[in-house]
């Protein structure tokens, strides 16, 4: 018998099961991956995302290897081009955005070298449930295992959620699309420029390879992928032409185009008897903001508290985990709210005028990155008498 188990064993599942383990639960973590394995990711880890591996000691691993650190941002909207960076956090003066083959691979060791049982290669294909309870998961391979909480950290299309029932509480469609791919011979940094109706990311990141993503409307997806390299590199054109000129003359794309249609917006209950959920398996917004790897690592860290409340009988369970759901919502709300908003790559007027200010002053652009930091709220830098000095700033 397990104290817990976690299925999956990423950015959301090897860092919960750690902590669980660290706590001295005897922990099993599950995924049907082999490590290093690729995904689709946004990559980009903010400073609050870091602070954590920095706390949790796993942040030398990741600066040791040939990622290179990002100190310069600039994000645009049409004519509106907010170049800055944010103040350091605990120390912390850059961001990273690793390979998936080089960060999951630094979260799953440091969940081994705090005792947790890692089982890869292993497929869940059935949760086991006894009076009304999850009490432990069934494998493809015929085995089965127990325990007093199952975690679903598996994404998106979670098992865990589907077998529990978990169900959706809140949702706002998808608005777009994207493709990327990876390119060597680039030098640029760290660019996210929105069009109406597109979007281009850039972003340096391991083994020389420059990022570059596109976004466009969902409804364009069958026409998009009629020709995929032509359609991507003319939004690239289109966008940032100084990037196109920069890839035709001296860049070289080194794998294949990834495309996904984006999941709905959506909040998912994240807890009933026996089980809890964590990452986009309970909660996933617009990956434009690219905060998704940095919040999982919050989410986790919050659910191992509140789980190890209630194995050690310092409140009951399901109140723990009710009050882990009920912290994550209130923490992403703004940020979840934002990422809708853009993620439909036509900002409403008073949006573009936010932008429009944040290109002007300097200290409005500081306070937007401390915001992407993680460093302050989304309903302190949306709060109204902020908007209104900010768009007042305009005349």
Same mark, same amino acid.
Request: with cysteine; charged share 25%.
């Given at each position: 018998?397990?104290?817990?188990?976690?299925?999956?064993?990423?950015?959301?599942?090897?860092?919960?099961?750690?902590?669980?383990?660290?706590?001295?639960?005897?922990?099993?973590?599950?995924?049907?991956?082999?490590?290093?394995?690729?995904?689709?990711?946004?990559?980009?880890?903010?400073?609050?995302?870091?602070?954590?591996?920095?706390?949790?000691?796993?942040?030398?691993?990741?600066?040791?290897?040939?990622?290179?650190?990002?100190?310069?941002?600039?994000?645009?909207?049409?004519?509106?081009?907010?170049?800055?960076?944010?103040?350091?956090?605990?120390?912390?003066?850059?961001?990273?955005?690793?390979?998936?083959?080089?960060?999951?691979?630094?979260?799953?060791?440091?969940?081994?070298?705090?005792?947790?049982?890692?089982?890869?290669?292993?497929?869940?294909?059935?949760?086991?449930?006894?009076?009304?309870?999850?009490?432990?998961?069934?494998?493809?391979?015929?085995?089965?295992?127990?325990?007093?909480?199952?975690?679903?950290?598996?994404?998106?299309?979670?098992?865990?959620?589907?077998?529990?029932?978990?169900?959706?509480?809140?949702?706002?469609?998808?608005?777009?699309?994207?493709?990327?791919?990876?390119?060597?011979?680039?030098?640029?940094?760290?660019?996210?420029?929105?069009?109406?109706?597109?979007?281009?990311?850039?972003?340096?990141?391991?083994?020389?390879?420059?990022?570059?993503?596109?976004?466009?409307?969902?409804?364009?997806?069958?026409?998009?992928?009629?020709?995929?390299?032509?359609?991507?590199?003319?939004?690239?054109?289109?966008?940032? %032409?100084?990037?196109? &000129?920069? @890839?035709?003359?001296?860049?070289? *794309?080194? +794998?294949? =185009?990834?495309?996904?249609? $984006?999941?709905?917006?959506?909040?998912?209950?994240?807890?009933?008897?026996?089980?809890?959920?964590?990452?986009?398996?309970?909660?996933?917004?617009?990956?434009?903001?690219?905060?998704?790897?940095?919040?999982?690592?919050?989410?986790?860290?919050?659910?191992?508290?509140?789980?190890?409340?209630?194995?050690?009988?310092?409140?009951?369970?399901?109140?723990?985990?009710?009050?882990?759901?009920?912290?994550?919502?209130?923490?992403?709300?703004?940020?979840?709210?934002?990422?809708?908003?853009?993620?439909?790559?036509?900002? %409403?007027?008073?949006? &573009?005028? @936010?932008?429009?200010?944040?290109? *002007?002053? +300097?200290? =409005?652009?500081?306070?937007? $990155?401390?915001?992407?930091?993680?460093?302050?709220?989304?309903?302190?830098?949306?709060?109204?008498?902020?908007?209104?000095?900010?768009?007042?700033?305009?005349?």
């Amino acid at each position: 018998m397990y104290d817990a188990i976690v299925v999956g064993a990423r950015c959301a599942g090897s860092p919960v099961a750690m902590l669980l383990a660290r706590r001295g639960y005897r922990v099993l973590l599950v995924d049907k991956a082999v490590q290093p394995s690729d995904t689709v990711s946004t990559h980009y880890i903010q400073q609050y995302g870091l602070v954590r591996m920095k706390e949790w000691g796993l942040l030398d691993a990741l600066t040791a290897t040939d990622t290179p650190a990002i100190r310069r941002m600039t994000i645009s909207y049409r004519d509106n081009r907010i170049d800055g960076f944010a103040d350091p956090m605990d120390g912390i003066d850059a961001t990273y955005a690793p390979r998936r083959t080089v960060l999951d691979p630094i979260l799953l060791d440091g969940a081994r070298a705090a005792g947790v049982e890692v089982r890869e290669g292993c497929t869940v294909c059935e949760l086991i449930m006894e009076d009304g309870r999850v009490a432990g998961v069934r494998t493809a391979d015929g085995g089965e295992e127990r325990a007093k909480i199952v975690i679903g950290a598996d994404g998106s299309g979670s098992l865990v959620a589907r077998e529990a029932g978990a169900e959706i509480y809140q949702s706002i469609p998808a608005a777009s699309f994207v493709y990327y791919s990876y390119w060597t011979g680039l030098d640029t940094h760290f660019h996210s420029r929105i069009g109406v109706g597109r979007q281009v990311g850039v972003w340096p990141t391991s083994h020389g390879q420059t990022l570059i993503a596109i976004m466009k409307p969902i409804d364009r997806w069958e026409e998009f992928r009629g020709d995929v390299e032509g359609n991507f590199l003319q939004v690239v054109k289109d966008i940032v %032409p100084d990037i196109a &000129e920069e @890839v035709a003359s001296s860049g070289e *794309r080194v +794998e294949r =185009f990834i495309g996904m249609r $984006y999941p709905d917006n959506y909040y998912r209950r994240s807890y009933g008897p026996g089980w809890a959920l964590v990452g986009d398996a309970g909660y996933h917004k617009d990956p434009i903001t690219g905060q998704g790897i940095s919040d999982a690592f919050v989410h986790a860290e919050i659910l191992a508290e509140r789980i190890a409340e209630g194995l050690s009988g310092a409140r009951p369970m399901d109140e723990a985990l009710a009050a882990y759901q009920a912290e994550r919502d209130e923490r992403t709300a703004s940020a979840y709210r934002f990422a809708a908003t853009i993620g439909a790559l036509v900002l %409403p007027p008073e949006l &573009e005028k @936010v932008f429009t200010a944040l290109s *002007r002053n +300097e200290e =409005f652009a500081r306070d937007f $990155y401390n915001l992407i930091a993680g460093a302050i709220t989304g309903e302190q830098f949306f709060a109204p008498d902020n908007m209104a000095r900010m768009i007042g700033s305009l005349g």
